[in-house]
């Protein structure tokens, strides 16, 4: 069966400190991967998704940026961090389909990670 | 930009009661699935219903769409303690891109 994992699962950071959060998908191949943030009361704001290796597809210009160094590996990193980066952040994976993206696949979640800002 | 909205936003109720949240949306969608996230946890997938499709049930969740309404409604029947969480629907963009998730509705059940 496939699982998807991330962390940390909670991270405090000082205001212009970097960031690394790491998702990482088993049991599948070539999976579509995304990134998201989650604001508080608010619905998910997709950040990021890769249809492959060193393909990343940006939704949201912002000071935050991914990669996708590893068929399942998926990594979301910002050099300096803002106030406004503070939310939860959501991995997702859908599998593969002809190295695009569709709205008619089930995405299947991460547990996320809980950022706070300082 | 935002394409589902759920109401109510938050719902409180007794357990074995049953539970409608509904969803409304602007523009013609190919599908519309909706999720459930418990606290602090991930969202996970319930069903999919495509637009062709009126009505779509899994176990005691039970899916309807009106494309001419543009809504859907998520119905939990006999809810249980387990079931608190928030539920979002989640619809098609533009051609060709991404799910776009509402804001969700929260659900209370208490024993």
């Known amino acids: 069966s496939q699982t998807i994992h991330q962390w940390p699962a909670t991270l405090v950071q000082p205001v212009g400190s970097p960031l690394s959060l790491e998702c990482t998908v088993e049991?599948?191949?070539?999976?579509?991967l995304y990134w998201y943030r989650q604001a508080a009361g608010r619905g998910l704001q997709l950040l990021f998704y890769?249809?492959?290796?060193?393909?990343i597809s940006s939704e949201v210009p912002q000071n935050l940026s991914a990669s996708r160094p590893q068929d399942r590996q998926f990594i979301l990193s910002s050099k300096k961090l803002l106030l406004s980066d503070s939310g939860f952040y959501l991995c997702a994976w859908t599998q593969f389909r002809d190295g695009q993206i569709y709205s008619n696949q089930p995405q299947h979640f991460g547990d996320g990670t809980r950022l706070s800002i300082l | 930009s935002q394409q589902g909205e759920e109401d109510p936003q938050a719902l409180s109720i007794q357990e074995g009661e049953n539970a409608t949240m509904n969803c409304s949306y602007k523009?013609?969608?190919?599908?519309l699935q909706w999720y459930r996230q418990n606290s602090g946890r991930g969202l996970v997938h319930l069903i999919l219903?495509?637009?062709?499709?009126r009505e779509k049930h899994s176990g005691r969740l039970r899916v309807t769409l009106d494309t001419s309404k543009k809504s859907s409604s998520l119905l939990i029947t006999a809810s249980r303690a387990a079931d608190t969480a928030s539920y979002f629907c989640a619809t098609d963009g533009q051609a060709g891109t991404a799910l776009i998730f509402g804001k969700g509705t929260t659900l209370s059940v208490s024993s």
């Open positions: 890769s249809v492959g290796i060193g393909q």
């Open positions: 219903i495509r637009s062709n499709e």
């Open positions: 523009t013609s969608i190919n599908n």
């Open positions: 049991g599948t191949s070539n999976p579509n």
